[in-house]
T-cell receptor
Framework: AQTVTQSQPEMSVQEAETVTLSCTYDTSESDYYLFWYKQPPSRQMILVIRQEAYKQQNATENRFSVNFQKAAKSFSLKISDSQLGDAAMYFCAYRSEETSGSRLTFGEGTQLTVNP | NAGVTQTPKFRVLKTGQSMTLLCAQDMNHEYMYWYRQDPGMGLRLIHYSVGEGTTAKGEVPDGYNVSRLKKQNFLLGLESAAPSQTSVYFC????????????FGSGTRLTVV
């Protein structure tokens, strides 16, 4: 079974600075997707960024980018120019393309605080 | 608005009581999921469905049952609630088309006393 590990339960960053959230995963599969989700206090799950395992290029969405190291099974999220609205719980998630159901496996989450 | 609707949003149960959580989606999605979220454990999959009339166990299925009699609805049942089932429950749905993402409901906070 696949596992996803986020080793940083909490992180903090100053407004306008850059922060990196770590995520590692364990799988024997070669075809999969990786995701970062943001969960603000409203509890809504918001997709931040997605990476397809067969793509070498790291995904980028505005101020959010990933460092995808497939051999190391690492998938970190970098938030540049942090804003107060970025404060939230962030979840890393894995989806296999080789098993049925397109199920997501989540990490434990990292609570990000943005200080003004 | 199109999306995933969960009812109720909050509920307090006594140990041993039963209840059903309803998830409804209006996007004609094939796949539906029930997750529970607990502090320090992320979201864990309880049960899922790959189409009308189908259900399958996820990571933590014990104490729960599900049904998908209609494509748009996915019901999660607790037959005899236990304090360990105190959690926030999320429903999600997804099309079976490649490259499309998930839509999550806003969650149900359940407390079992």
């Amino acid at each position: 079974a696949q596992t996803v590990t986020q080793s940083q339960p909490e992180m903090s960053v100053q407004e306008a600075e850059t922060v990196t959230l770590s995520c590692t995963y364990d799988t024997s599969e070669s075809d999969y997707y990786l995701f970062w989700y943001k969960q603000p206090p409203s509890r809504q799950m918001i997709l931040v960024i997605r990476q397809e395992a067969y793509k070498q290029q790291n995904a980028t969405e505005n101020r959010f980018s990933v460092n995808f190291q497939k051999a190391a099974k690492s998938f970190s999220l970098k938030i540049s120019d942090s804003q107060l609205g970025d404060a939230a719980m962030y979840f890393c998630a894995y989806r296999s393309e080789e098993t049925s159901g397109s199920r997501l496996t989540f990490g434990e989450g990292t609570q990000l605080t943005v200080n003004p | 608005n199109a999306g995933v609707t969960q009812t109720p949003k909050f509920r307090v149960l006594k140990t041993g009581q039963s209840m059903t959580l309803l998830c409804a989606q209006d996007m004609n999605h094939e796949y539906m999921y029930w997750y529970r979220q607990d502090p320090g454990m992320g979201l864990r999959l309880i049960h899922y469905s790959v189409g009308e009339g189908t259900t399958a166990k996820g990571e933590v299925p014990d104490g729960y049952n599900v049904s998908r009699l209609k494509k748009q609805n996915f019901l999660l049942g607790l037959e005899s609630a236990a304090p360990s089932q105190t959690s926030v429950y999320f429903c999600a749905s997804r099309t079976d088309r490649v490259g499309y993402g998930y839509t999550f409901g806003s969650g149900t906070r359940l407390t079992v006393v």
